[in-house]
């Protein structure tokens, strides 16, 4: 019973897995479609392979909207973790007055409906001449995942010991001796798992881009929404940009899934 269990726990695992996948494998799958064949209903199971998508995509720049996506999103995350990350430290390790206060006006912030203060963020950009920036977009990134990072990590600080602290006080380190030489060390997969999460929402982050960047600063999510068109979708370009758009968040979850594991479960998902 044991085993017959075992296996079709094993068997619904895969199932689930590629429910999961495959509206990716399928977008993958159209990108080598023409036109025609990407629109056919019932689908096309059998199509002679292209990459005629692939490359006019590629003419059309855009290698120019990857670029900007990969800056932004690099910039906003390493900024969100600077602030982020001694700030859930503080908040867990650290005596702070109303911690709950201020963990919940943290939080509170991503309460706010992102169509509710497009408005005044246009016309504050606006007026400091930031529109059509990459500077807007990390900022705005970058202050989008703060409060992610401090309540993720900060269910990460709190399951490290504090008399591990206090022992490094005892040998002679300073606060910040601990913080970076012991502590960070200790919550590392929780580090890599936040981090890899706050790239992947700065990644695919579509309405302030949209809204904020036109030419100079699109990213990619604004250079897909460029192949809905008056005159139709056009699914097989679409689909071919989408592939190049989601292939490095694979590649990064490949290599990270350990960190990535083992990061979700130390306690990030804890309340």
């Known amino acids: 019973m044991k085993k017959i269990t075992s296996g079709g726990l094993t068997l619904l695992t895969y199932v689930i897995a590629i429910l999961f996948f495959f509206p990716i494998l399928w977008i993958f799958i159209t990108g080598f479609k023409t036109e025609s064949e990407a629109i056919n209903i019932p689908p096309s199971l059998f199509f002679k392979p292209s990459l ?75 007026n400091v001449n930031l529109l059509d920036s990459l500077l807007a977009l990390i900022l705005l990134y970058a202050g989008m995942n703060i409060p992610l990072i401090i309540w993720m990590m900060r269910s990460f600080f709190n399951d490290v010991s504090f008399e ?68 139709g979708l056009f699914w097989a370009k679409m689909s071919a940009a989408a592939s190049i758009s989601i292939l490095p968040v694979i590649i990064l979850g490949w290599f990270t899934q350990r960190q990535l594991v083992r990061g979700l479960t130390m306690g990030a998902v804890k309340g």
Request: no cysteine; net charge negative; charged share 10%.
């Open 52 to 126: 005629e998508n692939f490359q006019i995509v590629w003419e059309a720049g855009i290698g120019g909207f990857f670029a900007n996506s990969v800056f932004v999103t690099l910039a906003s995350t390493v900024i969100a973790l600077l602030l982020g990350v001694p700030a859930a430290y503080a908040l867990a390790l650290l005596k702070v007055k109303h911690k709950d206060d201020i963990l919940f006006w943290i939080i509170s912030t991503r309460f706010l409906p992102i169509a509710g203060i497009i408005i005044p963020l246009y016309l504050l950009f606006k």
């Open 164 to 231: 591990i602290i206090e022992a490094t006080q005892v040998d002679g380190a300073s606060g910040l001796q601990a913080f970076f030489q012991v502590v960070l060390l200790l919550v590392r997969p929780g580090l890599v798992s936040t981090a890899l999460l706050s790239m992947v929402f700065a990644w695919n982050e579509f309405f302030f881009a949209v809204s904020l960047s036109y030419t100079n600063a699109a990213t990619l999510p604004v250079y897909m929404a460029s192949y809905m068109t008056q005159e």
